[in-house]
């Protein structure tokens, strides 16, 4: 019975300390993260990428870091992007889908930011590839396919426009066009100088 309650006391302080030390190894990990985001922030890039590996190191089956470490190359792309920093932002680009490649949005979110990089370095033909290939991955991602409607805009059909837009907008033209033939029942204003006509 004595055994017992050691072997007991024994697993209850392992367990514990076990525990203890997970939770270390997550604030450390999260002393790395934040470390790495104030570093992107400041630019000291090399630094930020150091301090996210260590994130990964000190806590590999934490898929969370993965995602937000990929958030933040994203969300660095995105600033880059606006900034028409195109070399910057195509390289977070690549590192959010590198470091969080089993999360499917990313490949739908930067395909769709790289054909509007494309469109806004004016090659058409590279932003309809990649507007074409989120909507591979995801149909309905309704900013790739409103994007793609101004790749077809600038193609100059008119008519293939018309169809695209009342696709993606969900416009039933049967439903907009009148359900019968208009009877006019009243007659135009008299002008002047007209002669009334006779009842019938």
Request: charged share 25%.
């Amino acid at each position: 019975m004595r055994i017992q309650k050691g072997m007991l006391l024994l697993v209850f302080v392992l367990s514990y300390g076990f525990s203890y030390a997970g939770e270390l190894v997550a604030k450390e990990a999260a002393n790395y993260f934040n470390d790495g985001v104030l570093a992107q922030k400041e630019g000291r890039y090399s630094d930020a990428e150091r301090n996210y590996q260590k994130t990964i190191l000190m806590d590999p089956s934490n898929k969370e870091w993965l995602f937000l470490i990929a958030s933040n190359y994203f969300n660095y792309a995105v600033f880059a992007q606006k900034g028409s920093r195109y070399s910057d932002a195509e390289k977070n680009y690549q590192k959010t889908i590198l470091m969080d490649p089993s999360n499917m949005r990313w490949p739908v979110l930067v395909a769709n930011n790289r054909g509007v990089m494309s469109m806004e370095k004016g090659d058409l033909r590279q932003a309809e590839k990649y507007f074409l290939e989120a909507l591979q991955i995801d149909p309905n991602f309704m900013p790739a396919r409103i994007n793609y409607g101004f790749i077809i805009d600038k193609q100059g059909n008119e008519l293939e426009s018309i169809k695209y837009w009342m696709k993606v907008l969900n416009i039933d033209l049967q439903k907009l066009k009148p359900k019968s033939l208009i009877l006019v029942q009243e007659e135009p204003e008299k002008k002047e100088g007209v002669a009334e006509k006779a009842a019938p």
